[in-house]
């Protein structure tokens, strides 16, 4: 049966396979549709490795969460028990949401919320000779990694959950080879846009490279920019109703 879309417009997730579902909430409440285009899934760990390594980084002076599902993942392992003297720390308000949840009940959240907004809260500023414990993936947050380090912390890190690639979604591909419909790109994670650019088949690369992009940060705009997206918009931060508000101006 051949795809046809209805009125309105279009936003293409790259999120993670089963976490599409806030922006797809955020879309709706602004007349859009959504097309879910995952390039992984999320797989909890649950081997004693990361269990060990998780024990020592809930103990550090800073614990620092990267993500809601790095806060997931944790929990499903240890219980929460913050002490006295210790910083519990979320890159953004989902995540301290998640900590919250989770029985963290003093959290530590930047306004900016990305990797850059969480480096200038003052819980981060002087660490020499302090542990920071950070959770969250392989291969994430690296230029955070990196800044502790430069400022003295001595990094525990626990990878409690992993990014596994999956093939772009055959069904999300045709609705795009008949869209006639604007559409628009969600970009919250340079993994996932190198991801997807890598996988896209080349009738449809030039296409998706055409359309709009709104980034959750100044650096992944400048990415997508340097990826060949020639319009890219700066939304306020990356949770979905800033994306779908910064969407929402551009047919403004």
Do not use: N
């Amino acid at each position: 049966m051949a795809f046809t879309e209805p009125p309105g417009w279009y936003v293409i997730s790259l999120r993670p396979q089963g976490e599409h579902a806030s922006l797809r909430r955020a879309a709706a409440a602004h007349g859009a549709r959504l097309i879910a285009l995952s390039p992984w899934k999320l797989r909890l760990r649950t081997d004693d490795a990361a269990c060990a390594a998780l024990r020592i980084a809930l103990d550090a002076h800073r614990v620092l969460f990267t993500s809601p599902a790095a806060v997931r993942a944790a929990a499903a392992l240890l219980e929460f028990r913050p002490r006295p003297g210790q910083a519990w720390i979320a890159v953004g308000s989902g995540t301290a949401r998640a900590l919250r949840r989770a029985g963290v009940d003093c959290v530590q959240s930047p306004a900016r919320m990305d990797s850059e907004g969480l480096l200038e809260l003052p819980a981060l500023q002087e660490l020499a000779g302090l542990d920071v414990g950070l959770v969250t993936a392989p291969e994430g947050r690296d230029l955070l990694a990196a800044s502790l380090r430069e400022r003295g912390a001595r990094l525990l890190r626990a990878d409690v959950y992993a990014r596994e690639p999956i093939a772009l979604s055959a069904p999300a591909l045709r609705k795009l080879r008949a869209l006639q419909a604007p559409a628009l790109l969600a970009l919250s994670s340079e993994g996932a846009l190198r991801h997807v650019l890598a996988q896209m088949p080349t009738d449809l690369l030039a296409r998706l490279r055409a359309a709009p992009a709104v980034a959750a940060s100044e650096r992944l705009q400048r990415i997508a920019r340097e990826a060949g997206f020639a319009e890219v918009e700066l939304a306020e931060g990356p949770r979905p109703h800033q994306l779908l508000a910064a969407m929402a101006r551009r047919f403004r």
